[in-house]
């Protein structure tokens, strides 16, 4: 049998979300993927009520045990792996070409680090310096709108 990603050690991790419902999305899209660790960083507004209601009660448990920080650097420690995603090419930005190759990369390294795959604010998303705490970038495809939430 093949080895497969160990989503017990991945974690979502939201820095500077800017929308309440956002990070009930999220919670509900990592929960649908079996991802059930979510970090939120430095959020804008973080209305329980909101993100429950997005969340739905499918992914509640992750709401409820989700970690919030003040800071990026903070938040990042714990994780041995640390993959940025931006919508934005360029040589200062150097990534993989698809998903599908980081998530095969991501099984190997999964098997004994922590990961954290980090999205950045929604109108901005990471900066520079950000993703210079990665040590792996990725750019998820999208069609007309570079934003994922």
């Given at each position: ?24 999305a ?8 079996g991802i ?5 960083v430095?959020?804008?507004d ?21 970690d ?11 994780f041995q ?59 998820i ?9």
């Amino acid at each position: 049998m093949a080895t497969r990603v160990n989503l017990d050690n991945i974690a979502v991790v939201l820095h500077r979300p800017k929308f309440p419902e956002n990070i009930g999305a999220a919670a509900r899209a990592a929960c649908n993927m079996g991802i059930h660790r979510l970090v939120v960083v430095d959020p804008l507004d973080c209305d329980l009520s909101r993100v429950l209601r997005m969340a739905t009660h499918f992914a509640a448990h992750i709401i409820e045990g989700m970690d919030i920080f003040d800071d990026l650097e903070t938040a990042l420690a714990p994780f041995q792996y640390t993959v940025g995603t931006t919508a934005r090419v360029g040589s200062r930005r150097p990534t993989l070409p698809n998903p599908r190759q980081m998530a095969k990369r991501l099984i190997s390294v999964s098997q004994k680090n922590r990961v954290a795959v980090i999205f950045g604010p929604e109108d901005t998303g990471l900066t520079n310096a950000e993703l210079g705490l990665c040590q792996a970038v990725v750019t998820i495809p999208t069609a007309n709108f570079a934003s994922l939430n």
